[in-house]
């Protein structure tokens, strides 16, 4: 079982790395500001959350130790999951956006994608939390499923809404907590 795990386990941190990858390259392009499009704090503060989020999904998937056995579908199942956050950091911060006008125009050109894989990210999280076994999810209390639902909620709003204050509140909202929620459940 230990060699099952390793290569789930390898197989989530190649995709991962490949997200975070994806977010370091484009965030170091921006250094330059002679070429290319002038970064956008709004934009800055997705990308920022982004990274965040796969750090902590990273983190996460460590329970996965706790699983007894394995079988394919499973292992497709967490491929799958895991993907979805690579997509997510190609579709915050792509190689280029030389259509668009800079990062903000770009972000709402494509937020209603954006927050549609989180929508997803956040539903399948569910199922990734149950597969570590029905004692971890109720370990977890009433502030897991409400903090998904609430997630996807926001998301919805994150899509109907192109208001510039709006989607600033819902990046320092969505940032302030999963700090807060990673604080709370990793180190006191």
Known sequence: ???????VRTMISIILGF??????????????????????????????YTFLLII?????????????SWNFLEYLFLILYTTMYFALSVLIFPDSISDYKGYQDYFFSRKQWFF???IVIFVADFADTLLKGKQYFLSLH????????V????CLLGIRFNNIRFQYALALLFILYEVSYILRHYFF
């Open 1 to 7: 079982m230990e060699e099952t795990f390793t290569h």
């Open 19 to 48: 997200g975070i990858a994806q977010l370091l390259k484009n965030a170091v392009k921006l250094i330059d500001l002679r070429k290319g499009p002038k970064p956008s704090p709004l934009h800055l503060l997705w990308v920022g």
């Open 56 to 68: 902590h999904f990273w983190w996460w998937e460590a329970r996965l130790t706790g699983v007894g």
């Open 116 to 118: 549609s894989f989180l």
């Open 142 to 149: 009433w502030e897991y499923p409400v903090r998904n639902l």
């Open 151 to 154: 997630h996807i909620l926001l």
